[in-house]
């Protein structure tokens, strides 16, 4: 977890990473808005990097981008579908029968 971030789309708001995958690509950010209210974005930018340092594959300058993407109301929502997300991966990995799934995994590929 990252200390408070400034917001890239408000300077009132700020950004709480809390999240990223193994290599970086996404990371995942609680959205503080000034106004009290919350969600969960990602981006392919980690807002704590200065934008300086910021190079490609080949050691090209990258322009930094302020892109976030919305993920979910809350972290409530973000966790349950990460569990279950991660839960359907490892059917499909073992082969299972759907009919063998939890009830919430089958209702969550339904939806």
């Known amino acids: ?39 969960v974005v990602c981006s392919d930018r980690d807002f704590a990097c200065r934008p300086e340092v910021m190079y490609g594959p080949d050691g090209e300058f990258v322009v930094p981008r302020s892109d976030l993407f919305w993920c979910a109301p809350n972290v409530e929502v973000f966790a349950y579908r990460f569990l279950v997300e991660a839960r359907l991966g490892s059917a499909i990995h073992d082969k299972q029968r759907a009919s063998d799934l939890a009830p919430d995994a089958l209702a969550y590929l339904a939806h």
Do not use: E, N, T
């Open 1 to 39: 977890m990252g200390g408070p971030l400034p917001s890239p789309v408000d300077d009132r708001d700020r950004l709480v990473s809390f999240s990223r995958d193994q290599q970086s690509c996404i990371i995942w950010y609680l959205y503080l808005h000034h106004s009290g209210r919350s969600a």
